[in-house]
């Protein structure tokens, strides 16, 4: 029988996907509330949406390209930066282990590379109201999540 304490970290983090919404707030005030019960870290994701300006159909040159693409930082595009920031203050001010971390592109793949790379014990989302149009496009987040991911899946109301 061993005596060892045991690994905190045996679980995987709780993952949630902020966008600084007030709804994403709430979820990242309920991730870090879990994953304290969980005894295990908090990643934060913040998503950014792909470029417009990258794609012209109708553009001379490279299809699709509009010209020489500007690197992104590795801190995130300027948009994310403040989101990033203030997740990590959120983490330091409640003395929560973890990370703040940016994706490009769809936010659910996003949230789920992240969760399935990290092997993730929960997945927690905000939520707010969705039009009859939103829903019929599937721009859902929350919901699509809980239907495609491997680990639990907790909404915040």
Do not use: N
Not at 23 to 33: C, K, N, T
Not at 37 to 45: G, L
Not at 64 to 70: D, L, R
């Amino acid at each position: 029988m061993s005596t060892e304490s045991p690994d905190t970290e045996a679980q995987g983090p709780v993952i949630v996907g902020y966008d600084g919404r007030e709804e994403s707030d709430r979820a990242l005030e309920y991730a870090l509330e879990e994953a304290a019960s969980r005894e295990t870290s908090v990643i934060v994701v913040v998503v950014a949406p792909m470029p417009y300006e990258w794609v012209d159909p109708y553009g001379p040159g490279v299809p699709g390209m509009v010209g020489p693409i500007t690197p992104i930082p590795k801190e995130g595009p300027l948009e994310v930066q403040p989101l990033l920031e203030h997740a990590r203050k959120r983490l330091e001010e409640t003395g929560s282990s973890g990370e703040a971390v940016w994706g490009l592109g769809d936010p659910v793949s996003e949230i789920l590379r992240v969760a399935d790379e990290r092997k993730a014990c929960a997945i927690v989302v905000g939520t707010h109201h969705h039009s009859a149009l939103g829903r019929l496009f599937g721009t859902d987040t929350a919901a699509d999540l809980v239907s495609e991911s491997h680990c639990d899946v907790l909404v915040a109301r």
